[in-house]
């Protein structure tokens, strides 16, 4: 079952969507829902509401609580559970390193595409493959910057990456 709600945030209104497994009875994560993708408005490949999704925000009660805390300067990390099956083994791998990035600290490109094994030419395949990352804020793609501390491309803008890393005390170029 595939539900979705809308919070509030200073980036704007984000589209929660996330699942329950049929039959669940609310264990999946603390809000008893797997989450598939949080977009921002006007995002490049974000989600938007389909015919037969249900709006349910207290499914997303938990997330939205930890978003507000993280927007409050008050979560560094968060708890929540994704939904397994989104997104190739490689681009699986390279969100699975966006995971590890800590709070207030940022990493290159290169470096990602090096503890994927994809350094070189790898780069690319990389960047693409964080551009395509379906839980943004959540999965901290915007921790991720060029090699000389500019900001790159972020699917929900370069404005709004700088307001993330901003948040966050996170070091990059032109501040």
């Not at 507000?68 to 390279?94: C, H, M, N, P, S």
């Amino acid at each position: 079952m595939t539900m979705y709600a809308r919070v509030t945030s200073p980036l704007g209104e984000l589209l929660l969507v996330g699942e329950r497994p049929a039959g669940a009875a609310g264990a999946v994560g603390s809000s008893g829902v797997a989450l598939v993708s949080l977009s921002l408005p006007g995002q490049k490949g974000g989600s938007q509401v389909q015919d037969g999704w249900f709006h349910e925000p207290e499914a997303f009660a938990g997330i939205a609580a930890q978003l507000a805390a993280y927007f409050d300067g008050r979560l560094t990390r968060f708890d929540i559970a994704y939904a397994d099956g989104a997104g190739t083994e490689f681009q699986r791998r390279v969100w699975k390193a966006l995971d590890s990035i800590p709070y207030g600290e940022t990493v290159s490109y290169g470096r990602v595409a090096e503890q994927v094994g994809s350094a070189g030419p790898g780069v690319r395949a990389v960047g693409t493959a964080i551009g395509r990352n379906p839980l943004l804020i959540v999965r901290p793609c915007h921790r991720v910057i060029g090699a000389d501390g500019a900001l790159r491309g972020y699917a929900g803008g370069v404005e709004r990456k700088k307001m993330l890393l901003g948040l966050e005390g996170a070091p990059m170029a032109g501040r």
